[in-house]
């Protein structure tokens, strides 16, 4: 297995460009595609994710063309993909899986969805249930409540809200809100039980009015389209840096000096922004400008006991914080990381233990209380997780070297981290 071998460092000072936003990136190009009109959309995502999405489009006949780094013109097909019959591979792209899905369903065709094996373990059936009740029809290939996934022509009928669980994924209500101005009736979802991720959804709800659909909701309970929306393009989009990726920078500052990032700000739509708060509560000390967030050194890291459901994948760099913490750090209401690309809780808990840590793993919660010392020279799984390899360098902070398996994992969302991590602790 390819390994990174991280040597102990005792700083972090630079400045760095985040690269964009995954969950903008990927919703940006389905609604460019779905949209009447050519839409440029600049600062796009380099990554697996995105690579998904876009090979996606182009075999359903969507007109892409690269025409600057990070800059891709879509020629909207106006909620009519030209290609009705596709077979689509999309690795472990839930930000390409879940929104496809349902889009799909509603758009007159035969599909057929698949990814790598853990997409095949990851629960799509909520979201099934959902377009199922919206008169859609999808079988599944293998496992019930799984993917693969067969896609067949629908029968939209709206005249019933649809039900939708809430604390499984909000990807889930996201493909749903997305996909359902393709079937032109009248639309009401009723959210079951606490929608967990709201920011996500914010985002998804922000990137819709600005292709000219608005959502109406009822706080996070119901949400209402009217009929014959249409998405129109708003001909140029720029795509946020990634909130969540900015996490282990801003960490890097707290813990060894200070570190700048540029890319995002305090008016981000991105709810992971507010993990910039959380390094406050831990000490750390924020400044933020128009287009960037600057992170300097905590005079002493303090331990927290903090509600993370707003933001869940930054959540996993606080884990790494608690190392550094005096005294034990809980992170509660993190029950999705167990449906990401691997079951994070139990991940995170079990590479903690091996720097010494003393961890208790609940079902919705993690505890954390740092060892005396941190054991040097551990190896450390991924799991095929990109934030599991990103969330672990930050241990060599402590002084210690740490060894990352399997490195070319950080290629789903951001394939230069390492070399930029080792330019703000190297320097």
């Not at 009015?209 to 706080?219: E, H, L, P, T, Y």
């Not at 009929?227 to 720029?238: G, K, L």
């Not at 991924?382 to 390899?389: E, P, Q, S």
Request: net charge negative; aromatic share 6%.
């Amino acid at each position: 297995m390819e390994q990174i071998n991280l040597p102990p460092a005792s700083q972090a000072h630079g400045r760095i460009t985040l690269p964009g936003s995954k969950s903008i990136s990927n919703r940006t190009l389905l609604l460019a595609a779905l949209a009447t009109g050519t839409t440029e959309i600049r600062d796009l995502l380099a990554s697996d994710d995105t690579s998904r999405m876009l090979e996606a489009l182009e075999k359903l006949g969507v007109q892409l063309t690269q025409f600057a780094e990070s800059a891709w013109r879509v020629t909207g097909c106006a909620a009519n993909f030209p290609n009705k019959n596709a077979d689509l591979l999309l690795g472990n792209a839930g930000t390409a899986f879940r929104p496809l899905t349902a889009a799909l369903a509603f758009s007159n065709g035969h599909y057929q969805l698949s990814g790598v094996a853990r997409m095949h373990e990851r629960p799509i059936a909520d979201l099934v249930n959902a377009l199922v009740q919206a008169g859609a029809h999808i079988d599944y290939l293998a496992n019930i409540g799984f993917p693969p996934l067969k896609i067949s022509p629908a029968k939209p009928d709206l005249s019933k809200p649809i039900q939708i669980r809430g604390d499984v994924s909000s990807q889930f209500l996201t493909a749903l809100l997305m996909a359902l101005p393709l079937t032109n009736q009248h639309a009401r979802i009723e959210v079951i039980g606490e929608l967990i991720s709201k920011p996500y959804i914010e985002i998804t709800l922000n990137l819709m009015a600005k292709f000219g659909v608005v959502v109406q909701r009822d706080g996070w309970q119901s949400f209402s389209i009217v009929a014959n929306s249409q998405y129109i393009s708003p001909h140029e989009m720029f795509v946020e840096g990634d909130a969540s990726s900015a996490s282990y920078f801003l960490a890097a500052g707290v813990i060894g000096g200070e570190v700048c990032v540029d890319g995002i700000g305090q008016q981000s739509i991105q709810g992971d922004v507010r993990f910039a708060d959380a390094l406050a509560l831990m000490g750390g000390r924020i400044e933020y400008g128009q287009n960037n967030i600057t992170a300097h050194k905590a005079a002493k890291i303090k331990a927290i006991d903090l509600d993370c459901n707003h933001m869940p994948d930054a959540a996993m760099t606080l884990a790494i914080m608690a190392l550094f913490a005096d005294g034990t750090t809980t992170l509660k209401n993190i029950a999705s990381w167990r449906v990401k690309e691997t079951d994070r809780l139990t991940a995170m808990a079990a590479e903690l233990r091996k720097l010494g840590a003393l961890v208790v793993e609940g079902a919705d919660f993690i505890q954390i209380t740092p060892p005396a010392t941190l054991i040097a020279n551990a190896v450390i799984d991924t799991y095929d997780d990109h934030r599991m390899a990103m969330c672990f360098s930050l241990v060599s902070l402590g002084g210690v070297p740490i060894t990352i398996n399997d490195p070319k994992c950080v290629n789903k969302t951001f394939p230069d981290y390492f070399l930029e991590f080792q330019k703000i602790t190297q320097a």
